[in-house]
């Protein structure tokens, strides 16, 4: 079947210090990845997304790779900030899914200055 | 641009009512998803609307829960009789189409709690 597993929360990190949260997936075909954020008191949002193999997302400073061998979506910060405090959903969209999104259980970051 | 729109932002009933959830998505957009976000879990599917028409209700409990979308643009989501384990956030989104690599587009979503 289809699923995604996210690295378990909370993760507490300093500002200005290296983020990774961890995700794999399991899925058949091939599904296009994404990263959605939730702050505080607000909706889930797109972070990043890539459509296949080895294409790279990123924006607001956050990167994340489609690795198909380790079937992996990590996403990575060189440096986090108070304000990317919040929740972060990793999931997973494809033609094999009935285009269906799966989401992982979620990892709640909190920055502190 | 508008974004997703939902109501009410909260909800407390006792468990045995009814309860329903409203949501208007984004101009334009085909797709209508509603789902289930139960504390400390990743959002679950519920229903997924193209236009006026359901793609998939697999998750859907239907012996009480309830989701139309008149004219396939609002969707109101319900719950008849609410259980305890009903309590939860209820997420609507919207997409243009369900194409491959599509964003979602999410609500605020409604939080549910059931007494």
Redesign the interface.
Known sequence: GNS?TQMEGPVTLSEEAFLTINCTYTATGYP?L?W?VQYP??????LL?A?KADDKGSNKGFEATYRKETTSFHLEKGSVQVSDSAVY?C?L???NT????Y????TSLTVIP | EAGVAQSPRYKIIEKRQSVAFWCNPISGHATLYWYQQILGQGPKLLIQFQNNGVVDDSQLPKDRFSAERLKGVDSTLKIQPAKLEDSAVYLCASSLSPGRGEKLFFGSGTQLSVL
């Open positions: 995604v296009s994404f959605y008191g607000e909706g889930l949002q797109l997304k459509t959903f999931a969209s494809g033609s009935g285009n269906q999104f989401f992982g259980t979620g």
